[in-house]
């Protein structure tokens, strides 16, 4: 090897990077057939072999240059009386390995105090998780396979309990740790995609009251609200586009262009209405596209169900208040109703029929979605992993299931339309009835 090749090698300073150095080095020695001169399997020969004696000494020189070159200038001195590679490596080791009981006290802590946080990807993180294990293992401490799991599973952050709960009904035999680390990397390279390119809704309500009455009516209602909500309000508004003008600054409601043509003597108050706030990307849209508008997608980021769909409801009332969903791209799109949909799903032979309450309304989401969120409120648990979906009530029954469709779960039940519901079916099949269920 030559020198540039050993100066190519992550120089040892010290204790701090002695792992890193220590895999280097040998990965470059084994790489010249040099590494069983320095931990001793190719043994020195003797006086009466001078041939191999000497192919011997030129091997062990040349593992000696790539140590003594891989090292900081100021640590050379430690070797000064170290006859052979062997020597040399022991020494360096005995300085900065970490084998003494300080080092593993200190190794330990660092297992118990490692938790993935939301900073750095968990490849990086666990990384560094494996890099605490193989310290553990020079010491001939590491941990069971069992225990690793079981610490990283309580390490996660919030976002992966649906994956905690998911690993929970893997099979024992596949609950490895091998496997765990390839699935956390994937679920959260999943939820990373989702965050920038899928819809990920984050519903938030604030109270948007706004009086177009006269002056004085203006001035009493804004003395009582300015306290509470006005200036979050106003800093919503800079960051929201006119579903009208496209312009930043005001609701559609309050839009110059929309109530250019209204008489300012009407006299009439616009009722409180409810902002939907959310974050609507292309992924979502791109479902809408393709023509597939007649299912529903799990969202585990919404707060409502939603479809765009009048044709579902079964039961429709408008919005008392009105409500405005927010989209990622600034734009305020209306919800003007809320309503009950008739679904129907067939499991284990069965056609099951059941309702979901409350859904908004709106007509230029392009796509349905069923809230997570909502579902699991109601008393019902949503379990998914790489193979699907579930929503499951309270005695472990699956009521509803989704399949995977690209980095989004889509639901598998069918709605049955407006037309439908008080139509006879020509099969003569009747649905079994779920309709206490309300998902």
Partial sequence: MSDKESLDITKLEGTNNYMQWKFEVEIALEGKDLFSLVDGTEKKPGEDKPAELKVYNKLSSRAKMIILCSIKQDLRCHLINCKSAREMWDK?????????????????????AFHITEDETVR?????FESILKKLEDVDRKPSDEAIVSKLLTSLPEKFELFTIAWECTPKDDRTQKTLIARLIKEDNRLSEKEVTTLALRVKKASLSDAKNDAKNDARSDSKKKKRSKKDIEELKKKTRCGVCKEKGHWARECPQKNSGKSESSGKTINSTTALVCDITSSYKCVSDSGHKD?????????????????F??????????????????????????????????????????????????????CNLLSVGSVNRKGFKFFSDESGCEIRDKQENVIARGVPDGNIFRMLFKVKVSTECNAVRADGQDPKAASKQHI
């Fill in 92 to 112: 360096l080791s005995e300085l900065y390995g970490d084998t003494s009981a300080d080092a593993k006290q200190a190794a330990w802590k660092q297992f118990y």
């Fill in 124 to 128: 990086v993180q666990l990384e560094r």
């Fill in 295 to 311: 299912y529903f997608i799990a969202d585990t980021g919404a707060g409502r169900h939603m479809t765009f769909r009048r044709d």
């Fill in 313 to 366: 409801f079964s039961e429709f009332r408008p919005n008392p208040g009105g409500s405005v969903v927010k989209v990622a791209d600034d734009r305020c799109i209306d919800a003007p109703g809320i309503g009950t949909i008739i679904i129907q799903e067939k499991l284990d032979e069965v056609l099951y029929e059941r309702e979901i309450k409350d859904v908004l309304y709106v007509p230029d989401l392009g």
